[in-house]
């Protein structure tokens, strides 16, 4: 019986695993932080869309932006060794979460994207160890 | 012998087909062995996996929430929702009924692309089946490429662009 009740619910439950980052914003991973690590935003309805695809493995926030790096992750392939930065403006409420993000940028261009929003201050404070 | 997809829906269809517990569980040995030889490689439209998630309660959320996003745009180039994440709960379970193929790919996060030159949306499903799955989140999950570890898998479908779901949203 709980042989059945194992395999018949092998899927149920969400496999996803969400850590809130800040507001609508979470870090959401699939693979128990293995290589599928992304940011999401989670929706009125509960549901989450994407915002920063795969695999973030660095991120640090004030209360208007959050700051990510990211290898770039062609699924389910590999991660590339390349570290893009990104700027993510927090948006309350919306459909489109994905607007205004600055990035891909190269260290130089976030440090100076960084300066001229005046949040040089805004450091990683947290920082995932992935299988590459 | 297992009955063919069309036979198991004309016999839910009236009512012959009760919970067959044994049926599912060799649908989804069988589902299994296939995934894991698939591995790696992206499965088509008309394919039978796809054809069942095409219907399935979380591409209907995603499909939803394409309509919702893009309602009052005009021009729908580069139209896209990537990442959004079906989680196959306890309420999709029973939604998804003696569906085998449903219930086996479980949880998984969906892009949708609108491809403008033949104007259909463009479904591509992403699933991570690991043993914290499997053994319903009391095992770890391990990436080494080996046994027992995670699998993923990528399904793809697509479908024409239905205008008319704009005004409904």
Do not use: W
Not at chain 1, 46 to 69: Q, R, W
Not at chain 1, 86 to 107: A, C, H, M, S, W
Not at chain 2, 71 to 76: I, S, W
């Amino acid at each position: 019986m709980l042989l059945y009740a194992i395999s018949l619910s092998s899927c149920i439950g969400s496999e996803f695993q969400r850590e809130k980052i800040t507001d609508n914003y979470y870090l959401i991973t699939t693979d128990n932080y293995n290589k599928d690590i992304y940011i999401g935003y989670k929706l009125k309805t509960g549901d989450f869309v994407g915002v920063l695809p795969s695999t973030v493995f660095s991120i640090g926030n004030n209360e208007k932006y959050i700051v990510a790096k990211q290898h770039p992750f062609v699924f389910p392939v590999k991660v590339d060794s390349t570290i893009n930065y990104y700027i993510i403006p927090i948006i309350r409420d919306t459909l489109f979460p994905e607007n205004g993000i600055l990035g891909p940028l190269t260290l130089e261009e976030f440090q100076m994207k960084k300066e001229e929003l005046g949040i040089i201050n805004v450091n990683f404070s947290k920082n995932i160890s992935i299988n590459k | 012998m297992l009955l063919p997809q069309s036979q198991i829906r004309q016999k839910r269809k009236i009512g012959e087909l009760t919970l067959n517990i044994l049926l599912i569980n060799k649908r989804k040995i069988e589902i299994s062995m296939r995934t894991l030889e698939l591995e790696k490689i992206e499965n088509k439209d008309d394919d039978e996996i796809a054809d069942a998630m095409r219907n399935s309660d979380g591409i209907s959320k995603v499909r939803d929430f394409f309509y919702k996003k893009y309602k009052n745009t005009k021009k729908l180039k580069g139209a896209s929702v990537t990442d959004y994440d079906s989680s196959f709960g306890i309420k999709q379970f029973f939604k998804a009924g003696l569906d085998p193929i449903e219930q086996y790919v479980g949880t998984f996060k969906v892009n949708v692309y609108y491809d403008e030159k033949s104007n259909t949306l463009e479904y591509t499903i992403q699933n991570t089946t690991s043993m914290t799955s499997a053994f319903y989140h009391a095992s770890p999950s391990y990436d080494t490429g080996g046994p027992m570890s995670n699998y993923y898998q990528t399904y793809k479908f697509s479908e024409k662009l239905d205008s008319t779901k704009f005004k409904k949203k």
